[in-house]
């Protein structure tokens, strides 16, 4: 297959190159909360690739006293450097933020988000537009929205506030002045995806997209609260469900959920 010496490293640099690659592109979110690393991939790989990316620090394999488990972790400098080979081979899983910019709300697409509520939720669990409107004015910073780069409208987007308390109120959906800038824990009010824009990874990049930002702020954890056909939904997204909630919002039955950021 390779018939130089210089050939033969060529090409264990791209066995390594996709392998790494494909750890992360396959990755998922793991909430563990005693492993710094946010994302685990499963192993199904050439062992010794694998050592060699170890000992590059791109990985970390756990290893315990039957021997290595059957995942890994990818160390911060292996997701960086994943990220310039998928784009140096031009592969990218850049899709969704080619087609979406995600940033925060802007105040002039309030009345958007408005028009985005009522059409994802029921007039019983819709956040009112005189809410919506004191969420934006007040707590603008935890808006996470994906913006259509062709049209220039929102195709989705999640909000929360922050808070300092460690479990769901309904209190949080009608009442901003518990929003707390700088609270340890956000509590998160919604996720919508325009009908249109469902089904393409919009909501799961919306909410890795608000994890990793609200990481990098520092807060501790997020709630949220979900009717049941959700549960598995967030719990792909890497949410723990710690079952039934006090929450009785719109005369309905919600599950609490809860992620570990940074303890
Ligand atoms: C729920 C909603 C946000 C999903 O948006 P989306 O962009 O289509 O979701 P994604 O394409 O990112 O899907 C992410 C995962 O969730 C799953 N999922 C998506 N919609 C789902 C639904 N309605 N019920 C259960 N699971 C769902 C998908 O199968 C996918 O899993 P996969 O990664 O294994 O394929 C969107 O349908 C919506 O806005 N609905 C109305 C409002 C709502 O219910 N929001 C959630 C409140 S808790």
């Known amino acids: 297959m390779y018939g130089t010496v210089k050939n033969k490293k060529e090409y264990e640099q791209t066995i390594q190159d996709l392998t790494l690659m494909l750890l992360y592109l396959t990755r998922v979110s793991d909430n563990n909360e005693f492993c710094r690393y946010r ?45 310039e080979l998928l784009e140096e081979y031009s592969f990218s899983d850049k899709r969704l933020n080619e087609k979406f910019e995600f940033r925060n709300i802007l105040p002039e697409e309030t009345e958007q988000a408005i028009e985005i509520e009522k059409i994802c939720f029921p007039p019983n669990e819709a956040c009112s537009a005189e809410r919506m409107r004191e969420r934006i004015l007040v707590a603008s910073e935890l808006f996470l929205v994906g913006v259509d780069r062709t049209s220039g409208r929102i195709a989705g987007f999640l909000n929360g506030i922050a808070t300092d308390e460690y479990s769901f109120r309904d209190e949080f959906f009608t009442n901003v002045d518990l929003h707390t800038p700088n609270g340890k824990n956000i509590m998160l009010l919604g996720l919508d995806v325009l009908p249109e ?29 979900c009717l049941k056909p959700k549960v598995k939904m967030y719990e792909k997204m890497g949410f723990r469900n710690c079952g039934l909630s006090e929450s009785s919002w719109g005369g309905e039955q919600w599950y609490e959920m809860n992620y570990v950021l940074n303890m």
């Open 39 to 83: 994302e685990l991939s499963w192993k199904g790989y050439d062992f010794e690739v694998l050592n060699q990316l170890e000992n590059a620090q791109l990985l970390w394999q756990p290893q315990y006293r039957r021997g290595y488990e059957k995942y890994l972790y990818l160390t911060e400098e292996g997701r960086r450097r994943a990220q």
């Open 197 to 225: 824009y469902r089904g393409q990874g919009l909501a799961r990049e919306l909410v890795f997209q608000y994890l990793r930002r609200e990481w990098n702020r520092d807060r501790k954890m997020v709630f949220l609260t």
